[in-house]
């Protein structure tokens, strides 16, 4: 994976993030700092992957229409080329993102237009000049994204053009079902899921072998550990363990995110796995010590 931009198959989302410093009043007030920021895995992956500088990335993804300008405008500020489909009737994707004092996210999910991508909205043309394909598992979790997301792995696959997944959910995955999920993946050349997605994946409890046992679905998979660094499996075997960096975590959002477009841009660069997943570290500890997910 060297050379050429990047295309980025994924999600715009609008954030609404809040951080308490206290555990949760339930049926009355919780003092929170609440933003309202610019979100969704797949934008957030572009972004990241831009700020790294990796040749031009665009991102295809589907908005509302009354906030496709500016959704636009903050892709276009990060350096990132949007392909933003408006829909007229499905607003853009909106997460509550609730961060508690140890930095830790739940997500409130209304998936919004994310899941209206459709095979009609993706043009094999915007592969023109990319070195690498990115695909935000959310768009796995509906037939019609899921769709949109197959034409484009089957493009890329004719030219090619190396592919990469992110699971993004792991509670998603469960209620879609382990081996449906791994059938959605058939193609990908890089799979970069999380602790909890790995093993929701395989059902192995331990992480580092279900590291092991993806990298024989998929030629190389990246396990994230958040505080704890990063696994790199291949052909069945954990091939590096990667450091964290450190850091003074505020907000986990998207962190995992920064992992992941720091990655692909470091891949696309010339680097190996192992540099690739410290680059991605780098990143993700940059990311917990800001509020929201993007840069």
Do not use: K
């Amino acid at each position: 994976m060297t050379g050429g931009g990047l295309l980025v198959l994924g999600d715009v989302v609008t954030d609404v993030v809040a951080r308490h410093r206290t555990p949760l009043a339930r049926g009355t007030d919780t003092t929170a700092r609440i933003r309202v920021l610019p979100g969704g895995a797949g934008a957030n992956v572009a972004c990241w992957a831009a700020r790294r500088a990796c040749g031009e990335v665009r991102l295809l993804a589907r908005v509302g229409a009354a906030d496709l300008p500016w959704h636009a405008e903050q892709l276009r500020a990060a350096g990132v080329h949007p392909y933003l489909v408006p829909d007229q009737e499905v607003p853009t994707a909106t997460v509550i993102a609730l961060v508690d004092a140890t930095a830790e996210r739940t997500f409130l999910t209304d998936s919004g237009a994310v899941l209206h991508l459709a095979a009609g909205d993706f043009s094999a043309s915007m592969l023109d000049g990319v070195g690498a394909l990115h695909v935000s598992g959310y768009l796995l979790f509906s037939g019609t994204s899921r769709a949109a997301a197959r034409l484009a792995i089957d493009s890329a696959r004719e030219r090619n053009i190396p592919v990469s997944v992110d699971p993004a959910s792991a509670g998603f995955i469960a209620a879609l079902g382990a081996e449906h999920m791994l059938s959605a993946l058939d193609g990908a050349d890089v799979l970069l899921p999380n602790a909890d997605e790995a093993r929701q994946l395989t059902g192995l409890p331990d992480t580092a072998a279900a590291a092991a046992a993806l990298s024989r679905r998929v030629p190389l998979a990246v396990v994230t550990l958040g505080a704890h660094g990063a696994l790199v499996a291949e052909a069945g075997r954990v091939t590096a363990r990667v450091a964290p960096h450190a850091a003074e975590a505020v907000d986990s959002t998207g962190a995992g995110d920064a992992f992941t477009g720091a990655f692909l841009a470091a891949r696309l660069s010339g680097a190996d796995a192992p540099t690739a997943a410290d680059e991605g570290c780098r990143a993700g500890a940059l990311a917990v010590t800001l509020t929201g997910g993007r840069p």
